[in-house]
């Protein structure tokens, strides 16, 4: 079965720190542009920060520009999100997503083939 599971949200008082994990099973994500999307309640979902095959490039939104990090463990099959300097603003379900495109981060969800289910992520003191 092909899928993402991510794991690492929760409750983190503004300021913190927290590290999302994205775990993929029944594919190898070598090949694959990896990307986090985030959706807070009555938003549309937005494109927070994504990673390319090729030569691993990295793409951020200009709201957490500085503050979060993507990267990628091959050998772990995993995609990570670190998020310092949390803000209430950050405060979503994020879910990760996969394109077969790996040389390109898209900007349509519509472009990605794998989903996650999502780790609510909540940033209040």
């Known amino acids: 079965q092909l899928q993402l599971v991510e794991s690492g949200g929760g409750l983190v008082q503004p300021g913190g720190s927290l590290r999302l994990s994205c775990a993929a099973s029944?594919?190898?994500?070598?090949?694959?542009?990896m990307k986090w999307f985030r959706q807070a309640p009555g938003k549309e979902r937005e494109g927070v920060s994504c990673?390319?095959?090729?030569?691993?490039?990295?793409y951020y939104a200009d709201s957490v520009k500085g503050r979060f990090t993507i990267s990628r463990d091959n050998a772990k099959n995993t995609v990570y999100l670190q998020m310092n300097s949390l803000k209430p603003d950050d405060t979503a379900v994020y879910y990760c997503?996969?394109?077969?495109?790996?040389?390109?981060?898209?900007?349509?969800?519509?472009?990605?083939?794998?989903w996650g289910q999502g780790t609510q992520v909540t940033v209040s003191s």
């Open positions: 990673i390319v095959s090729s030569d691993g490039s990295t």
């Open positions: 029944g594919f190898t994500l070598d090949y694959y542009a």
């Open positions: 997503a996969a394109s077969s495109y790996g040389y390109y981060c898209s900007e349509s969800p519509g472009s990605y083939d794998y």
